[in-house]
């Protein structure tokens, strides 16, 4: 099973600035790689599939990036609701596996 | 508007079982693999079980085979999952998502609001 690490755990970061998120797999995941938020309460919301397509409806300040074994997540100007918390998941493999998660909040 | 609603969830006690649904509408739904997701009280994500299109396949986490079986009936558009021998660490919000791409791994792009099992005496 492919472990997926997520860092920092808690990223604290103003509003407007900018947020850059990591994500690590134990073995190449090629680009097979999706970013999801979820805000509390909420279910996740697919962000990024293909380590950089924007799902449909994501606003173009979401980008990710990344091959093989480390991938990125960037917010480019923070919005206020975009304090939640964010996931990573391979699919390149079966079975498929998430990341542990980096919280965003407001510093 | 394409949607996922889970019902079914509730308490019960361990060694007991459930059985969850999840009716799709908004989309073809017997063109899509589907998969259970669960997310235990304050932790992260933990994919559960898929279904290919036409039933033919299913796939589990080592943690649920034998005990947790996913199932679907094209005709009313719904998404099963029986739970039998649960125990608590089975204790989780259980979430239906559709699979868009064509293959047994996949990302998830549809998902419900979910539906909260809990396993307690």
């Known amino acids: 099973e492919i472990v997926m690490t997520q860092s920092p755990a808690t990223l604290s970061v103003s509003p407007g600035e900018r947020a850059t998120l990591s994500c690590r797999a134990s073995?190449?995941?090629?680009?097979?790689l999706a970013w999801y938020q979820q805000k509390p309460g909420q279910a996740p919301r697919l962000l990024i599939y293909?380590?950089?397509t924007r799902a449909t409806g994501i606003p173009a300040r979401f980008s990710g990036s990344g091959s093989g074994t480390e991938f990125t997540l960037t917010i480019s100007s923070l919005q206020s609701e975009d304090f939640a918390v964010y996931y990573c998941?391979?699919?390149?493999?079966?079975?498929?596996?998430f990341g542990p998660g980096t919280k965003v909040d407001i510093k | 508007e394409v949607q996922l609603v889970e019902s079914g969830g509730g308490l019960v006690q361990p060694g007991g079982s459930l059985r969850l649904s999840c009716a799709a509408s908004?989309?073809?739904?017997?063109?899509?693999?589907m998969s259970w997701v669960r997310q235990a009280p304050g932790k992260g994500l933990e994919w559960v079980a898929n279904?290919?299109?036409?039933?033919?396949?299913?796939y589990y986490v080592d943690s649920v085979k034998g005990r947790f079986t996913i199932s679907r009936d094209n005709a009313k558009n719904s998404l099963y999952l029986q739970m039998n021998s649960l125990r608590a660490e089975d204790t989780a919000v259980y979430y239906c998502?559709?699979?868009?791409?064509?293959?047994?791994?996949?990302?998830?792009?549809?998902w419900g609001k979910g539906t909260t099992v809990t396993v307690s005496s």
């Open positions: 073995q190449s995941v090629s680009s097979n």
């Open positions: 293909g380590a950089s």
């Open positions: 998502a559709r699979d868009p791409t064509n293959y047994d791994s996949s990302y998830m792009d549809v």
């Open positions: 279904i290919k299109q036409d039933g033919s396949e299913k």
């Open positions: 998941q391979q699919y390149n493999n079966w079975p498929r596996t």
């Open positions: 908004g989309f073809t739904f017997s063109s899509y693999w």
